[in-house]
T-cell receptor, first 117, second 109 residues
């Protein structure tokens, strides 16, 4: 059973380009979470999705950022018109049920490192 | 809004020492608390998960305690080794998971 898979692991984008980060949850997991880690900081919650639904996007910047988790395929975190401040590690996590309510461990991917030049 | 604080931000100890990492949180209505390890440029590895009804969890040389009423958790590492050098993150779960900024641990040979 493969773990949470994220790709690309490293991505370089010029200012103004778009970045797309993909996350395939663990098999059987229908809940996906995205976190951002800025240099020398802890992980900050961005968005929580179930298949075809955004449950909580309270941590998402209001502009340029969007996330989806379609019925088929991976979850996508999309950043439009990237700026230098978007440079960070973006982590995806998955759980089989609502991680908090069920007490299940949330499993993290290895992260995608975005560098904006 | 849940705030998670980890003290100290960085810690350097000689090999063999026992050490304690601290985590505090402002909202005690949590479902669980989890300690993670993160190596530079890597993802997170779950070390210990403590449910809200539990007081502690142990795994090998690691012991994590939880005092929900006071909003505190500690991670105790016994007989530290250079391989323990990493950043240790604690995270609490209400409706989502909130992380502290981490403690960067260096164990010197």
């Amino acid at each position: 059973n493969a773990g949470v898979m994220q790709n690309p692991r490293h991505l370089v984008r010029r200012r103004g380009q778009e970045a797309r980060l993909r996350c395939s949850p663990m098999k059987g997991h229908s809940h996906v979470y995205w976190y951002r880690q800025l240099p020398e900081e802890g992980l900050k919650f961005m968005v929580y999705l179930q298949k075809e639904n955004i449950i909580d996007e309270s941590g998402m910047p209001k502009e340029r950022f969007s996330a989806e988790f379609p019925k088929e395929g991976p979850s996508i975190l999309r950043i439009q018109q990237v700026v230098r401040g978007d440079s960070a590690a973006y982590f995806c996590a998955s759980s089989p049920l609502e991680g908090g309510y069920s007490g299940n461990t949330i499993y993290f991917g290895e992260g995608s490192w975005l560098t904006v030049v | 809004k849940q705030e998670v604080t980890q003290i100290p931000a960085a810690l350097s100890v000689p090999e063999g020492e026992n050490l304690v990492l601290n985590c505090s949180f402002t909202d005690s209505a949590i479902y669980n608390l989890q300690w993670f390890r993160q190596d530079p440029g890597k993802g997170l590895t779950s070390l210990l998960l403590i449910q809200s009804s539990q007081r502690e969890q142990t795994s090998g040389r690691l012991n994590a305690s939880l005092d929900k009423s006071s909003g505190r958790s500690t991670l105790y590492i016994a007989a530290s080794q250079p391989g323990d050098s990493a950043t240790y993150l604690c995270a609490v779960t209400n409706n989502d998971m909130r992380f502290g900024a981490g403690t960067r641990l260096t164990v010197k040979p």
